[in-house]
Protein backbone atom coordinates (compact mmCIF):
# COMPACT_ATOMS: atom_id res chain seq x y z
CA UNK A 1 0.00 0.00 0.00
CA UNK A 2 2.75 2.54 0.93
CA UNK A 3 5.03 1.83 -2.45
CA UNK A 4 1.27 2.49 -4.30
CA UNK A 5 0.80 5.55 -2.37
CA UNK A 6 4.52 6.39 -3.11
CA UNK A 7 3.44 6.10 -6.80
CA UNK A 8 0.06 7.74 -6.51
CA UNK A 9 1.19 11.18 -5.21
CA UNK A 10 4.54 10.91 -7.85
CA UNK A 11 2.08 10.12 -11.09
CA UNK A 12 -0.47 13.39 -9.68
CA UNK A 13 2.56 15.54 -8.75
CA UNK A 14 3.51 14.93 -12.51
CA UNK A 15 0.48 16.04 -13.85
CA UNK A 16 0.79 19.54 -12.38
CA UNK A 17 4.44 20.53 -13.10
CA UNK A 18 3.70 21.24 -16.87
CA UNK A 19 1.08 24.16 -18.40
CA UNK A 20 -0.66 20.97 -19.59
CA UNK A 21 -3.13 20.18 -16.47
CA UNK A 22 -3.66 23.52 -16.18
CA UNK A 23 -5.01 23.81 -19.58
CA UNK A 24 -6.95 21.01 -19.90
CA UNK A 25 -9.14 21.60 -16.75
CA UNK A 26 -9.63 25.13 -18.18
CA UNK A 27 -10.74 23.87 -21.81
CA UNK A 28 -12.71 21.32 -20.31
CA UNK A 29 -14.77 23.88 -17.47
CA UNK A 30 -15.17 26.15 -20.44
CA UNK A 31 -16.33 23.56 -22.90
CA UNK A 32 -18.68 21.95 -20.87
CA UNK A 33 -20.24 25.07 -19.62
CA UNK A 34 -20.86 26.71 -23.24
CA UNK A 35 -22.76 23.54 -24.52
CA UNK A 36 -24.56 23.13 -21.37
CA UNK A 37 -25.64 26.42 -20.73
CA UNK A 38 -26.50 27.87 -24.47
CA UNK A 39 -29.56 24.98 -24.23
CA UNK A 40 -30.14 25.46 -20.19
CA UNK A 41 -31.76 29.24 -20.89
CA UNK A 42 -33.18 28.30 -24.34
CA UNK A 43 -34.98 25.04 -22.11
CA UNK A 44 -36.04 27.09 -19.39
CA UNK A 45 -35.62 24.39 -17.15
CA UNK A 46 -33.36 23.79 -13.54
CA UNK A 47 -31.95 20.74 -14.64
CA UNK A 48 -28.33 18.80 -15.24
CA UNK A 49 -29.24 16.19 -17.58
CA UNK A 50 -28.21 18.20 -20.62
CA UNK A 51 -24.68 18.50 -18.97
CA UNK A 52 -24.33 14.72 -17.70
CA UNK A 53 -25.53 13.51 -21.48
CA UNK A 54 -22.51 15.63 -22.74
CA UNK A 55 -19.98 13.77 -20.15
CA UNK A 56 -19.75 10.28 -22.50
CA UNK A 57 -18.49 12.36 -25.15
CA UNK A 58 -16.19 14.81 -23.85
CA UNK A 59 -14.57 12.35 -21.53
CA UNK A 60 -13.95 10.43 -24.94
CA UNK A 61 -11.49 13.01 -26.01
CA UNK A 62 -10.23 14.16 -22.58
CA UNK A 63 -9.57 11.25 -20.83
CA UNK A 64 -7.24 9.08 -23.52
CA UNK A 65 -5.21 12.94 -23.48
CA UNK A 66 -4.58 12.38 -19.99
CA UNK A 67 -3.54 8.38 -20.23
CA UNK A 68 -1.75 8.22 -23.50
CA UNK A 69 1.65 9.84 -21.23
CA UNK A 70 0.44 7.05 -18.68
CA UNK A 71 3.18 4.57 -20.01
CA UNK A 72 3.72 6.13 -23.84
CA UNK A 73 5.82 8.72 -21.98
CA UNK A 74 8.22 6.15 -19.18
CA UNK A 75 8.66 4.42 -22.42
CA UNK A 76 9.70 7.79 -24.30
CA UNK A 77 12.05 8.94 -21.45
CA UNK A 78 13.27 5.84 -21.30
CA UNK A 79 12.44 4.77 -17.62
CA UNK A 80 9.99 2.49 -18.32
CA UNK A 81 12.91 -0.04 -18.00
CA UNK A 82 13.97 1.32 -14.79
CA UNK A 83 10.24 0.93 -13.58
CA UNK A 84 10.17 -2.50 -13.99
CA UNK A 85 13.58 -3.17 -12.40
CA UNK A 86 12.30 -1.52 -9.24
CA UNK A 87 11.06 -4.39 -6.30
CA UNK A 88 7.47 -3.18 -6.84
CA UNK A 89 4.26 -5.88 -8.10
CA UNK A 90 3.31 -4.78 -11.71
CA UNK A 91 -0.48 -4.47 -9.78
CA UNK A 92 0.81 -1.51 -7.54
CA UNK A 93 2.48 0.50 -10.06
CA UNK A 94 -0.53 0.04 -12.24
CA UNK A 95 -2.88 0.97 -9.48
CA UNK A 96 -0.56 3.86 -8.47
CA UNK A 97 -0.81 5.60 -12.04
CA UNK A 98 -4.74 4.70 -12.23
CA UNK A 99 -6.06 6.56 -8.90
CA UNK A 100 -3.21 9.62 -10.01
CA UNK A 101 -5.25 9.45 -13.10
CA UNK A 102 -8.46 9.39 -11.31
CA UNK A 103 -7.99 12.08 -8.64
CA UNK A 104 -7.31 14.47 -11.85
CA UNK A 105 -10.15 14.04 -13.04
CA UNK A 106 -11.94 14.44 -9.40
CA UNK A 107 -10.10 17.61 -9.15
CA UNK A 108 -11.44 18.51 -12.40
CA UNK A 109 -14.77 17.65 -11.85
CA UNK A 110 -14.55 19.65 -8.50
CA UNK A 111 -14.10 23.12 -10.87
CA UNK A 112 -17.69 22.09 -12.76
CA UNK A 113 -19.39 22.05 -9.49
CA UNK A 114 -19.81 25.86 -10.35
CA UNK A 115 -22.78 24.52 -12.68
CA UNK A 116 -24.73 22.86 -9.86
CA UNK A 117 -24.46 25.69 -7.59
CA UNK A 118 -25.84 27.75 -10.54
CA UNK A 119 -28.91 25.84 -11.57
CA UNK A 120 -29.67 25.70 -8.12
CA UNK A 121 -29.78 29.26 -7.58
CA UNK A 122 -31.72 29.44 -10.79
CA UNK A 123 -34.43 27.11 -9.73
CA UNK A 124 -35.13 23.99 -7.79
CA UNK A 125 -33.40 21.13 -9.76
CA UNK A 126 -33.54 17.48 -8.85
CA UNK A 127 -30.35 17.23 -6.31
CA UNK A 128 -30.61 13.06 -6.56
CA UNK A 129 -30.29 13.55 -10.47
CA UNK A 130 -26.93 15.70 -9.81
CA UNK A 131 -25.60 13.37 -6.96
CA UNK A 132 -26.27 10.39 -9.60
CA UNK A 133 -24.91 12.13 -12.30
CA UNK A 134 -21.29 13.31 -10.66
CA UNK A 135 -21.01 9.77 -9.42
CA UNK A 136 -21.49 8.16 -12.48
CA UNK A 137 -18.90 10.28 -14.21
CA UNK A 138 -16.42 9.14 -11.67
CA UNK A 139 -17.47 5.46 -12.33
CA UNK A 140 -17.53 6.34 -16.38
CA UNK A 141 -14.27 7.88 -15.79
CA UNK A 142 -12.40 5.34 -14.37
CA UNK A 143 -13.33 2.47 -16.93
CA UNK A 144 -12.42 5.14 -19.54
CA UNK A 145 -8.70 5.86 -17.63
CA UNK A 146 -8.60 1.71 -17.06
CA UNK A 147 -9.08 1.48 -20.98
CA UNK A 148 -6.78 4.43 -22.14
CA UNK A 149 -4.13 3.39 -19.92
CA UNK A 150 -4.18 -0.13 -21.66
CA UNK A 151 -3.61 1.21 -24.92
CA UNK A 152 -0.93 3.33 -23.46
CA UNK A 153 1.09 0.54 -22.11
CA UNK A 154 1.32 -1.00 -25.85
CA UNK A 155 3.12 2.01 -27.29
CA UNK A 156 5.37 3.96 -26.53
CA UNK A 157 3.98 6.87 -29.04
CA UNK A 158 1.56 9.38 -27.14
CA UNK A 159 -0.42 10.24 -30.70
CA UNK A 160 -1.04 6.20 -31.13
CA UNK A 161 -2.51 5.59 -27.66
CA UNK A 162 -4.51 8.91 -27.78
CA UNK A 163 -5.70 7.73 -31.00
CA UNK A 164 -6.48 3.76 -30.14
CA UNK A 165 -7.84 4.89 -26.64
CA UNK A 166 -10.37 7.24 -28.46
CA UNK A 167 -11.25 3.98 -30.93
CA UNK A 168 -11.56 1.53 -28.17
CA UNK A 169 -13.47 3.50 -25.73
CA UNK A 170 -15.87 4.82 -28.41
CA UNK A 171 -16.56 1.14 -29.48
CA UNK A 172 -17.43 0.20 -25.93
CA UNK A 173 -19.46 3.50 -25.70
CA UNK A 174 -21.43 2.32 -28.67
CA UNK A 175 -21.52 -0.94 -28.76
CA UNK A 176 -25.10 -1.10 -26.93
CA UNK A 177 -26.29 2.06 -28.86
CA UNK A 178 -29.95 1.13 -30.37
CA UNK A 179 -28.56 1.92 -33.69
CA UNK A 180 -25.98 -0.64 -33.26
CA UNK A 181 -28.08 -3.05 -31.99
CA UNK A 182 -30.87 -2.89 -34.40
CA UNK A 183 -28.50 -5.25 -36.66
CA UNK A 184 -27.75 -7.96 -34.57
CA UNK A 185 -29.56 -10.66 -33.97
CA UNK A 186 -31.98 -10.93 -31.15
CA UNK A 187 -30.13 -13.18 -28.92
CA UNK A 188 -27.07 -10.82 -28.93
CA UNK A 189 -29.08 -7.96 -27.78
CA UNK A 190 -28.89 -7.96 -24.47
CA UNK A 191 -25.67 -8.86 -24.49
CA UNK A 192 -24.65 -6.08 -26.17
CA UNK A 193 -26.48 -3.78 -24.18
CA UNK A 194 -25.31 -5.28 -21.41
CA UNK A 195 -21.55 -4.52 -22.70
CA UNK A 196 -22.24 -0.77 -23.72
CA UNK A 197 -20.81 1.83 -20.88
CA UNK A 198 -23.28 4.63 -22.16
CA UNK A 199 -26.24 2.43 -21.23
CA UNK A 200 -25.07 1.91 -16.95
CA UNK A 201 -24.06 5.75 -17.38
CA UNK A 202 -27.49 6.62 -18.51
CA UNK A 203 -29.07 4.57 -15.44
CA UNK A 204 -26.94 6.18 -13.04
CA UNK A 205 -27.40 9.41 -13.97
CA UNK A 206 -31.45 9.19 -13.47
CA UNK A 207 -30.33 8.99 -9.91
CA UNK A 208 -30.83 5.60 -9.14
CA UNK A 209 -28.16 3.72 -7.81
CA UNK A 210 -27.69 0.43 -9.40
CA UNK A 211 -25.71 -2.27 -7.97
CA UNK A 212 -25.59 -3.98 -11.22
CA UNK A 213 -24.32 -0.85 -12.91
CA UNK A 214 -21.68 -0.58 -10.09
CA UNK A 215 -20.19 -4.40 -10.71
CA UNK A 216 -20.54 -3.63 -14.13
CA UNK A 217 -17.77 -0.60 -13.90
CA UNK A 218 -15.70 -2.54 -11.34
CA UNK A 219 -15.75 -5.47 -14.21
CA UNK A 220 -14.47 -3.40 -16.54
CA UNK A 221 -12.05 -1.41 -14.48
CA UNK A 222 -10.23 -4.51 -13.01
CA UNK A 223 -10.34 -6.18 -16.50
CA UNK A 224 -8.45 -3.53 -18.38
CA UNK A 225 -6.05 -2.87 -14.66
CA UNK A 226 -5.56 -6.53 -14.89
CA UNK A 227 -4.59 -6.29 -18.97
CA UNK A 228 -2.52 -3.41 -18.00
CA UNK A 229 -0.48 -5.50 -15.57
CA UNK A 230 0.29 -8.14 -17.82
CA UNK A 231 0.53 -5.72 -21.01
CA UNK A 232 4.07 -4.32 -17.88
CA UNK A 233 4.47 -8.46 -17.06
CA UNK A 234 5.20 -9.62 -20.51
CA UNK A 235 7.63 -6.57 -21.50
CA UNK A 236 10.22 -8.14 -18.80
CA UNK A 237 10.75 -10.98 -20.66
CA UNK A 238 11.34 -9.15 -23.85
Same mark, same amino acid.
Given at each position: ?????????????????????????????????????????????????????????????????????????????????????? %??????????????????????? $?? &? $??? %??????? !?? %??? !???????????? $???????????? &?????????? =????????? $?? =??? !???????????? =????????? =?????????????? &???????? &????????????????????
Amino acid at each position: MKEMITIFFKELKSYFVSPIAYIFIIVYIVLTNFLFFQTFFVNNQAEMRSYFELLPYIFLIFIPAITMRSWAEEKRNRTFELLLTL %PLKDMTIVAGKFFAALAFLGITL $LF &S $LTV %PITVTIL !GN %PDV !GVIIGGYFGAIM $LGAAYISIGMWV &SSLTENQIIA =LIGGVVLIF $LF =LII !GHPLVVYFVPNE =LVNILTYIG =LAGHFESICRGVID &SRDIIYYC &SVIAFFLFLNAESLESRKWE
